[in-house]
């Protein structure tokens, strides 16, 4: 395996659920779109995965999701773009089919208090399911990796919770750092950068509170609830 120079990460751009929550219990999760703010978000985050890439090319895994493929359109990389392969295992966390908006809230505060790894949604997934699924995606990453045309970069748009999902399960890091760690905010990048063989993540996910990566339950037995 021959791993990329850069492997970058996008969440979607502000979506319609983003503003209104209630759009959940009339259109599907995979169908809502961007707001044009969300747009606009998009096409900002476009200049600088263009300042990152520099003229090289780069092969992009998108989630079906229409606010990710809205996202992608936005980014606008033109000749840069070697190859889009749309990648059902980033989507995002599976909650319910229709949601109610109520009943989504209050799974929420219960999610809060037993942790979102573990969690499952009553018709959904925990964070756990993902992981298991970016686990997954990972080996076919692996497998495209050692194909000697595979360009130099590789381009995730994704969700929030994937995002720290991937790297969690690239960085090895622990249940506990994983719960520390803020979602990144609509548009936002993050990119792993090799340097030396080793892979740097830039910029690092916001913390709420201090935990360090290989921190484990053992460490935390009697740690308040969120």
Known sequence: MTAPRQILMLRHGQSAANV??????????????????????AEAAGESIRQRLDGEKVC??????????????????????????????LREQDWANFQNPAEIAAQKELRNAYGHFFYRFREGESGSDVYDRVSSFLDTL?????????????????????????????????????ESLNNPENAEVRALVR?????ALEPPFQQWSQVDPGQTVLDRPGRPLA
């Open 142 to 178: 692996y497998r495209h990796w050692s194909a000697p045309d595979y360009p130099p970069n590789t381009l995730l748009v994704t969700h929030g919770l994937t995002m720290r999902l991937f790297c969690m399960r690239w960085f090895h890091w622990s249940v506990e750092y994983f």
């Open 195 to 199: 340097n030396n063989g080793h892979f």
């Open 20 to 41: 209104d929550q209630t759009i959940y219990d009339r259109v599907p999760d995979y169908r809502i779109p961007l707001t044009d703010v969300g747009l606009a978000q």
């Open 60 to 89: 992009v895994y998108v989630s079906p999701y229409l606010r990710a493929y809205q996202t992608l359109a936005a980014l606008n990389l033109g000749d840069s773009v070697q190859r889009v392969l749309e990648e059902p295992r």
